[in-house]
């Protein structure tokens, strides 16, 4: 509808017909998650703009329960169906423009087809439907739609369990960036098995890859979605190996009349290959982006990067480009920054701790990647970095932005500011550990060494770590000269000081990067995705 | 403190000393407004850091209630007074670095003297213990410390009237970007007078210039601040016009052994002449760069932005560079957008209406400021846009953003992508009218049309604007071709759709910016802003 609207008023006189199976355009898809708990309470809420409306406004000649079954490239002919009558009518088109979407996997097991999916309006009252006398839900699926649902069914007064099976939920974040995610739900009483498959479906209960059975009155899969890209196929176009529709930068397909926008179609990725991400930003402005290059007015997409967000049960996730795990995997050469700022100043009330992850090109100091987890903030958080992203600022650069500061929206130095400072202080020769680095180093002889109050330290502390507080620290940094040491604190920042501090006095010194509480939220998330683990 | 405590993590056998006049270092200068208020309750809340703690940690011999009375520069000596003992002291120094702040500025009135000013701790106890007692407050200067005084002295039970010699609130946003902050005072309750001055001060009432007497147990001086510089002046060091510290990009005065930071010195700004800009980010991000300079790893200050939010009886006023008066004054080409996007998707609960003003150079549609007021999401918005001003996107490349979403987070199209896309429709060659100029194109003999439904158009229209309501003006159109037309409707995206579809019809068609709501906004303020008005 993007596309459609958006050619009208750049051109007046065209005659434009959209094409829908379904019963609804522009409709909240976003927003059917929100129904399902009753968050939105009316269902016409969902529908943003009927056919009819969208018709007169525009002047589009909009047929809704009608399927496009062919498409003749060479006479440039859709073949469109009316689902209520069965009728045919070849249309011809000078320019066609695809927008499919995707579809719902459905995983190949014993009753699978009992499993309900979430793509439209239809889905949703279906899934309302099964909810209104069901006790216990199972999720197949811990991906944004997933959680989403989870958080609703457990709203609506089910018994939610999430199996997802991956290690971790929301594959977009990196493991212990993910961890608050299943922490909370096991908080409010959801259950979450990780590293675990659906077997079987049957009535009343589904059997797990283990064999455990769990009562399951209604069953989601919410495993991932596949592009719709048979009829583009059919037609011959171009599509890539996971079946996405390929197109130029301009939305255009192999064949010069056709273009194609949304979930169906592989994007360029900033900084990786060509991608799926199903996102509804990208659909919207590719849509208006395939309507200029039909009118004339041509403007090629930004690459993209996949920016999203979630929030789930309290919490909100957030994420932008690639995960330490996937560039990892790519060999690339990284540097990855993790801190724990108060979304606000702390001696404003409300202040609520936020975990940040930053990844960066360790030779050009690009940003590759940024994951937000917290109560509140994380969204703005990520939305800045999209945007430093877009515009080519690096890590360091991070540090000069000038962002807006009042206490009770950021700090003087801002979360953001601080994600610089860091970056600065390692590409200044600073050494700092991952967390999933620790224990290698521990095993090459470097001691561990906690700066933390007597207090923290015994309220919980990594095995072996020896404490030195900070402020005792000047007094016995002479004896550790010429030691490899690898320093820690709760989120980091007692640890540079210390980091720096030790240097000085000969020390090869490295601060545990995000200190305690990411080392402690990654290794809590590497047990819990064990599998069949005795708890 | 941020450059004393860098330069220790620097330079661990630097010998750093402290002079401070006050009692406290490192307060929390921004929360004093709202410990008046008690919502934050606890004074020692306020006190970030002691004295006595930042010494053991960093190693600094941090002297508070000494005053640096005297700089040598050729003799490179501070002379420091203790303020209790009166006794003076020499202190030799290879790098000094000034950072003695602002001081309030106080109006020269009979009484001004009984004036509070709100700086420091000792500031915050005095306004404290004269609110106890008192039942009326008159705040003279609504900028930001007037305006977090008068909603705080408000909280605190007392009436309040806000005297504000300039035409508007906020000078950092424009005219009719800063009314609703007045509306909203006067729907609070507050009394808000604007184009008006105080005469005097009495000890229960002041005099306003035009004769008025106002009640007022309490008066609080918030018109400005001004550059503390007269020890740099007495040092040679060049300052400049209005006495704020002359500095390099590095944060070094015309002395080549004496840095400067803060709200003393004068900063280069992007896209403007060099100004004061008192924001506490670029205070602390400077203390940093100048300890880095002073250490040898300098790294050059980005230009200010001037980024800043504040929060108000519900709602949030943030901006980022340069405002359409002042760079209109300038005689600047520039471009300017309007809008009025809801904070989240509509259809999930609790969205509200932000108001967005984008400020573009007419040439090269490079961002030179940008300002937004609404309930929520406003500092995220400027936030952005600051961002994609340090990264040198432009207008048009804000469609390109890719921010993210889910409904209760913000829309496909974010409100900061629709002003790209606004942009975008105007380089593209769609014409627009700003609220300040459709008189004077209505004397020009354009017509002024009203695209919004009968039932809005009833409610509240521009004098003489013909209603034809959008959805029926393809059938009226024909009847325009070759007339000039102004159309509008509520926020001026209906206006868009029909000035592209008139434009096709052959009218000459420019859509009122910002619709309705702006033009309101406009007018509303300007009439306002006329003094001694009988209402």
Redesign the interface.
């Known amino acids: 509808m993007s596309a459609a609207t958006r050619l009208r ?5 065209a005659r434009i017909i959209v094409l829908e199976r379904g019963a609804d355009v522009s409709f ?1 898809n ?2 059917l998650p ?1 129904h399902v708990g009753g ?2 309470e009316q269902r016409e ?2 529908v ?1 703009q009927t056919p009819a409306a969208l018709g ?4 589009l000649d909009v047929r809704v329960r009608t399927e496009a079954i062919a498409i003749d490239t060479a006479a440039r002919t859709v073949t469109a169906r009316d689902l209520a009558t069965g009728e045919e009518e070849r249309i011809a088109y000078d320019a066609l423009v695809l927008s499919p979407g995707a579809s719902p996997k459905r995983p190949d097991l014993p009753g699978a087809e009992r499993g309900l999916v979430l793509r439209d309006l239809a889905d949703t009252d279906a899934i309302i439907e099964a909810a209104r006398d069901a006790r216990t839900a199972v999720i197949a699926g811990g991906g ?1 739609i997933g959680l989403e649902l989870a958080e609703n069914l457990h709203a609506a007064g089910l018994a939610v369990t999430i199996v997802q099976s991956g290690p971790q939920l929301l594959g977009s974040l990196d493991i212990e960036m993910a961890h608050p995610l299943a922490q909370r739900a096991r908080e409010r009483g959801l259950d979450v098995r990780l590293s675990q498959r659906l077997a079987a479906i049957e009535p009343t209960e589904v059997v797990l890859a283990d064999g455990e059975r769990l009562p399951a009155d209604l069953v989601v899969l919410a495993v991932g979605v596949e592009p719709e890209s048979a009829l583009a196929v059919a037609a011959g176009l171009a599509v890539d190996a996971r079946g996405g529709i390929v197109v130029d930068a301009f939305q255009r397909t192999s064949d010069p009349a056709v273009w194609a926008v949304g979930d169906a179609v592989a994007k360029p990725v900033l900084d990786g290959e060509d991608a799926l991400v199903p ?7 590719h849509g ?1 982006l395939a309507a200029d290059a039909i009118a004339g ?1 041509a ?1 090629p ?2 690459p ?8 789930f049960l309290g919490l ?1 996730a ?1 994420t ?1 480009g690639r995960t330490e795990r996937a560039l990892r995997a790519e060999g690339r050469a990284i540097r990855v920054i993790h801190t724990h700022p108060m979304d606000h ?1 702390g ?3 409300g202040a609520t701790m936020l975990s940040l992850k930053l990844i960066l090109d360790a030779e050009t100091d690009a940003i590759l990647g940024a994951q937000a987890v917290g109560e509140n903030g994380a ?2 958080r ?3 970095i ?3 992203m ?4 690096t890590g360091r ?1 991070l ?12 700090s ?3 979360p953001i ?1 601080l994600l610089g ?1 860091v970056d ?1 202080n390692l590409l ?1 020769g600073e050494l700092s550990v991952q967390w999933h680095e620790l224990e290698r180093r521990r095993a090459e002889g470097w001691r561990i060494v906690d700066v933390r109050t007597a207090a923290e330290h015994e309220a919980g502390s990594i095995e072996g770590a020896e404490l030195m507080p ?2 005792e620290l ?1 007094t016995r940094a002479e004896r550790l000269r010429g030691e490899r040491v690898i320093v820690h604190c709760k989120v980091g920042q007692r640890g ?2 210390a980091t ?2 030790l240097q ?2 000969g020390v090869i010194a490295a601060n545990l990067d995000g200190g305690w509480l990411t080392w402690q939220a990654g290794r809590a998330a590497t047990a819990d995705a064990v599998p069949n683990k005795e708890d």
Do not use: M, S
């Not at 993209?304 to 929030?311: F, K, M, N, Q």
């Open positions: 008023r750049l051109d007046e006189r909240a976003c927003g929100y968050v939105i809420a969902l943003l007169a406004r525009f002047g944004y996102l509804a930003g990208l659909a919207n402005r208006r007015v403007h997409a930004a993209a990067l996949g920016t999203a967000v979630i929030g909100t957030a932008v100043a001696y404003y009330p969204e703005k990520i939305d800045v999209a945007t430093a877009a515009g080519g600022i650069g540090a000069d932005l000038e962002l807006a500061y009042a206490p009770q929206y950021g003087a130095k801002d500011n400072y600065d200044d900070l402020d000047r540079h000081t720096r501090l000085q006095y």
